[in-house]
T-cell receptor
Framework: QKEVEQNSGPLSVPEGAIASLNCTYSDRGSQSFFWYRQYSGKSPELIMFIYSNGDKEDGRFTAQLNKASQYVSLLIRDSQPSDSATYLCAVTGPSGYSTLTFGKGTMLLVSP | GAVVSQHPSWVICKSGTSVKIECRSLDFQATTMFWYRQFPKQSLMLMATSNEGSKATYEQGVEKDKFLINHASLTLSTLTVTSAHPEDSSFYIC????????????FGEGSRLTVL
């Protein structure tokens, strides 16, 4: 059974700092990895996805993937109070069309 | 990006009644849609996978006779909560898979159901 593990937090960082969110997964055959942001009472919104080892940058966000360690992370530079939300890590199986398995999410709190 | 619309956003109903929630992909065809349920401060729980033109696949522990899913077209899937009870009160979210091979999901806005 596929599992995706995240620290529930909350992770507290001051405004302007780098927030580092981590995720591990159990299915070594997983192909695609996603980070979603979910504000309280809202549905998840995609931040970015990654499927190759290494780093992928998009604005203030950087996703890092290490398939050998079965580890994916999200870095948020210059954190803003508006980044305060729950961040969900999601993983697909060997086929790109398979169901996403979500972690329980990490709550991030950015203080002004 | 792809847009998934969900309706209604909020619904309150009496115990014992049925509620239908619609999920539409607005600018793409979604052969597969997923229905999730999320209780307060909990993670997303997959309820079922809906494939156009065929019966939905339900996750273990989800009553298929209580949560009726219909995926009659490539742009519309519906979830009907039959004989709703207070314990069915939750945030129901649909998502549709894009046509790329990365497995990316696009989420609807969610529907918050309160059963009195």
């Amino acid at each position: 059974q596929k599992e995706v593990e995240q620290n529930s937090g909350p992770l507290s960082v001051p405004e302007g700092a780098i927030a580092s969110l981590n995720c591990t997964y159990s299915d070594r055959g997983s192909q695609s990895f996603f980070w979603y942001r979910q504000y309280s009472g809202k549905s998840p919104e995609l931040i970015m996805f990654i499927y190759s080892n290494g780093d992928k940058e998009d604005g203030r966000f950087t996703a890092q993937l290490n398939k050998a360690s079965q580890y994916v992370s999200l870095l948020i530079r210059d954190s803003q109070p508006s980044d305060s939300a729950t961040y969900l890590c999601a993983v697909t199986g060997p086929s790109g069309y398979s169901t996403l398995t979500f972690g329980k999410g990490t709550m991030l709190l950015v203080s002004p | 990006g792809a847009v998934v619309s969900q309706h209604p956003s909020w619904v309150i109903c009496k115990s014992g009644t049925s509620v239908k929630i619609e999920c539409r992909s607005l600018d793409f065809q979604a052969t597969t849609m997923f229905w999730y349920r999320q209780f307060p401060k909990q993670s997303l729980m997959l309820m079922a996978t809906s494939n156009e033109g065929s019966k939905a696949t339900y996750e273990q522990g989800v009553e298929k006779d209580k949560f009726l899913i219909n995926h009659a077209s490539l742009t519309l899937s519906t979830l009907t909560v039959t004989s709703a009870h207070p314990e069915d009160s939750s945030f129901y979210i649909c998502s549709a898979q894009g046509l790329t091979n990365t497995g990316e999901l696009f989420f609807g806005e969610g529907s918050r159901l309160t059963v009195l």
